[in-house]
């Protein structure tokens, strides 16, 4: 890259439209009494891109997630959310910074119906984030049918509405990520965490899940970090991949770059194989059959 290039470079990520730092982890530690999650994991998410994180289990990936969403506060290091120090936010603070996630393990009312969950996440959302997001309804009721407009959208989006009315509890698995996504998407973030949002599932929900992902992306503008075993699924959607093990980030780079990094091989194949422990294979899922997908790989 010319000198010319390298200005430009600079002033398009000083402007926030290519590249820029969005989320950043600075040599977080995190230890539960004397188990250690993260050992210095430092890790920059890019503006607009899909971020993977993988490792093999226990290696601090759900760890790190719930330090960046600011439900485990971490031991030390920093975290920073658009350059600001966002290391000692509460979970609501940060959901109101346009940060939204899904669980590992669902976190749904299972007793509620698909839309109260929606209208729930809209609701918490808008009654913590009423002042600083500079939104300001009139009334409560136009409040109410804003909330609707922004919910049937996402219905429509995830086309749940076949199950709208369903008890959360009685649905398949693969529906409730479904609707745990919903939830995160009622919330209109930017930033969207999801761990392991298609374990679980079967080839074609696993199908239906990664044009979902790549949707939000690209339609929404929405920038994403993804928590994935399927590796077919990481390699095919990535922007990049950071692969932890033993709380340590041991490789980062484009998913062709990873895949290729001895310690990254060494770490999912140097040991016995596990019954969720991925492979760098490509995964039986026929990504192919997605056009995004393919123009994208
Ligand atoms: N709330 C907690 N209390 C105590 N230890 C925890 C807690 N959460 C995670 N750990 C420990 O931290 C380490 C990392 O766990 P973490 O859940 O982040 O791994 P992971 O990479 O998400 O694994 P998996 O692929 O199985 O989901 C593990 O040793 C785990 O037992
Ligand atoms: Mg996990």
Redesign the pocket.
């Known amino acids: 890259m010319g000198e010319h290039g390298e200005v430009q470079a600079v002033l398009q990520r000083a402007n926030g439209q290519v590249g820029s730092i969005q989320l950043e982890a600075q040599d977080v530690h ?1 230890r ?2 004397g ?4 050992a210095g994991v430092s890790l920059g998410v890019h503006q607009g891109e899909i971020a993977a994180i993988i ?12 330090a960046f969403s600011g439900l ?1 506060p971490i031991t030390s290091g920093r975290l920073l959310y658009d350059g600001h120090d966002v290391t000692r936010l509460k979970p609501h603070q940060i959901a109101r910074l346009g940060v939204a996630r899904t669980f ?1 393990n669902i976190e749904l009312f299972k007793g509620m119906s698909v839309l109260d969950n929606l209208m729930l996440g809209r609701h918490i959302h808008l009654k913590s984030g009423l002042l600083s997001s500079g939104l300001y309804w009139g009334a409560a009721r136009r409040e109410e049918v804003a909330n609707r407009e922004i919910i049937e959208d996402v219905i429509d989006f995830l086309e749940i509405e076949a199950i709208r009315k369903r008890t959360v509890g009685t649905l398949a698995y693969g529906l409730q990520k479904r609707v745990e996504l919903g939830r995160a998407l009622a919330m209109q973030p930017r930033l969207l965490l999801l ?2 949002p298609m374990a679980g599932m079967n080839a074609e929900e696993k199908e239906d899940m990664a044009r979902f992902v790549l949707d939000i992306h690209e339609e929404r503008n929405v920038t994403i970090v993804l ?1 994935e ?1 399927d590796m077919g699924v990481v390699m095919d959607i990535s922007d990049h991949v950071a692969v ?1 093990n033993f ?1 340590r980030r041991i490789g980062y780079g484009t998913p062709d770059e990873v895949r290729r990094d001895p310690d990254v091989i060494q770490a999912y194949l140097g040991e016995e194989t596990e019954p ?1 422990k991925a492979t760098l294979e490509p995964s039986a899922v026929d990504h192919a059959a997605d056009p995004r997908a393919r123009a994208r790989g």
Do not use: C
């Open positions: 995190l539960f009494g188990v250690v999650a993260l490792g093999p289990n226990g290696a601090g990936k759900t760890s790190l997630l719930n485990y590992q761990d392991e928590i075993h932890l709380g969720r």
